[in-house]
Antibody, heavy 121, light 111 residues
Framework: QLQLQESGPGLVKPSETLSLTCTVS??????????WGWIRQPPGKGLEWIGD???????YSNPSLRSRVTISVDTSKNQFSLNLSSVTAADTAIYYC?????????????WGQGTLVTVSS | QSVLTQPPSASGTPGQRVTISCSGS????????VYWYQHLPGTAPKLLIY???QRPSGVSDRFSGSKSGTSASLAISGLRSEDEADYYC????????????FGTGTKVTVL
C-alpha cells in the first residue's frame, strides 16, 4: 500500500531555506507512470501547487514560486525533496507531498498527511 | 492568485443536489482536462474526478463532473452530512512553461 510521508523542520526563520523530504513506500519512485510533487495550503487559504518532478529529474513548478523552488529526487532512498529559499511569513503553510499518475492525466491521486511549516523568527 | 474561479460557498439540505462551478480560460480548462478534489480539515485532499468526469475507484457515483468550453462543474447528488468539505477544481495551464493550478475553492455546507 502506497504511503507518502513528509518530514522536515516545523519552524524556519525568515530569509532562510525551507527544506522538506517526502519518503515514498509501497511504490518505486523510479516508475515511468508517476510524477512526485508538492502542494501547500496557507492558513485560511486554498490549495497551491508548488511543483513536481519525474524520476529522471524533469521538473515543473508554479511560475509564482519558480525562482525560489528546487525539487529533487533521490531514487536510491525512494525520496524526493523540496527546497524553498528566502522564505517569509507568507510561506507559512501545511505542505503536502503527492503522487501524480500520468495515466490519469495530471491527477494527484495519492497524498501525504501534510506537515505544518511556520516561518517565524 | 488562482486563474480558476469558484464560488466561495454552496449549501444544501440532506438529499439535495448541489452544483459547484469552475471558470477558467483557454490555456487551462479550455485545452486540458479538469480535476476535482475534496478536502476535509485536518486530512489529505482526496481526488474525486479526473479527466473531466471520470471517478477513481472507491469514489461514490453521487459525485459527477462535466466540462463545457472554459468552464466545468461538479455535482453532488443525494447530499450527505459527510459531504461537508472544501472542494477544489484543478487543471493544467499551458502558459508560462506549464503548471498545475487549483481553483479558489468552494466550501459546501450541509444545512
Amino acid at each position: 500500500q502506497l504511503q507518502l510521508q513528509e518530514s522536515g523542520p516545523g519552524l524556519v526563520k525568515p530569509s532562510e531555506t525551507l527544506s522538506l523530504t517526502c519518503t515514498v513506500s509501497g511504490a518505486s519512485i523510479s516508475s515511468s507512470n508517476y510524477y512526485w510533487g508538492w502542494i501547500r495550503q496557507p492558513p485560511g487559504k486554498g490549495l497551491e501547487w508548488i511543483g513536481d518532478i519525474f524520476y529522471t529529474g524533469t521538473t515543473y513548478s508554479n511560475p509564482s514560486l519558480r525562482s525560489r523552488v528546487t525539487i529533487s529526487v533521490d531514487t536510491s532512498k525512494n525520496q524526493f525533496s523540496l527546497n524553498l529559499s528566502s522564505v517569509t511569513a507568507a510561506d507559512t503553510a501545511i505542505y503536502y507531498c503527492a503522487r501524480r499518475i500520468t495515466i490519469f492525466g495530471v491527477a494527484l491521486l495519492n497524498w501525504g498527511q501534510g506537515t505544518l511549516v511556520t516561518v517565524s523568527s | 492568485q488562482s486563474v480558476l474561479t469558484q464560488p466561495p460557498s454552496a449549501s444544501g439540505t440532506p438529499g439535495q443536489r448541489v452544483t459547484i462551478s469552475c471558470s477558467g480560460s483557454t490555456s487551462n480548462i479550455g485545452n486540458n482536462y479538469v480535476y476535482w478534489y475534496q478536502h476535509l480539515p485536518g486530512t489529505a485532499p482526496k481526488l474525486l474526478i479526473y479527466r473531466n468526469h471520470q471517478r477513481p475507484s472507491g469514489v461514490s457515483d453521487r459525485f459527477s463532473g462535466s466540462k463545457s468550453g472554459t468552464s466545468a462543474s461538479l455535482a453532488i447528488s443525494g447530499l450527505r452530512s459527510e459531504d461537508e468539505a472544501d472542494y477544489y477544481c484543478a487543471a493544467w495551464d499551458d502558459s508560462l512553461s506549464g503548471y498545475y493550478v487549483f481553483g479558489t475553492g468552494t466550501k459546501v455546507t450541509v444545512l
